[in-house]
């Protein structure tokens, strides 16, 4: 049995079924745009954007959940799960290991970018922001 090929229809339909199939078969390069946060308001004034996708690097709060108001640094973003893991924010297992927790984008705000990705810098001249 093969599966059914993506497709952008999917992303319109107000079935959450569809929506969440959208989500799971999406492609990296769509992937990265779900991969978004909202920006502080500072920042929204400063790049006239409203948000924008987290990389590496990027200096975020914590908005919701558990870890609410927690300030870190972004240290990986999995596209695959669509979750980014941040420096600070570590869980003790049973055996005594630590692990990173995931955090998912939207409960996050940026705070800071990290302007040393040449590919980001690209994107903001494209979108023609000043940096």
């Known amino acids: 049995m093969t599966l059914p090929t993506f497709s ?11 929506q969440r199939k959208y989500r799971h078969r999406a492609p990296l390069h769509i992937r990265q745009k779900l991969v978004s946060a909202h920006l502080d308001k500072a920042l929204r004034k400063e790049y006239k954007m409203r948000s924008i996708s987290v990389r590496k690097g990027d200096e975020v709060v914590v908005t919701r959940g558990q870890y609410k108001k927690k300030r870190s640094v972004v240290s990986k973003v999995d596209l695959k ?11 003790k297992k049973v055996s005594g290991q630590e692990i990173d927790v995931p955090v998912d984008p939207s409960n996050v705000m940026i ?12 994107f903001m001249e494209r979108k023609k922001v000043k940096i």
């Open 81 to 91: 799960k669509m979750k980014i893991y941040l420096n600070d924010l570590k869980q």
């Open 111 to 122: 705070t800071k970018l990290n302007l040393d990705d040449k590919k980001r810098r690209k």
């Open 8 to 18: 952008t229809s999917w992303v319109s339909s107000k079935q959450p079924r569809k």
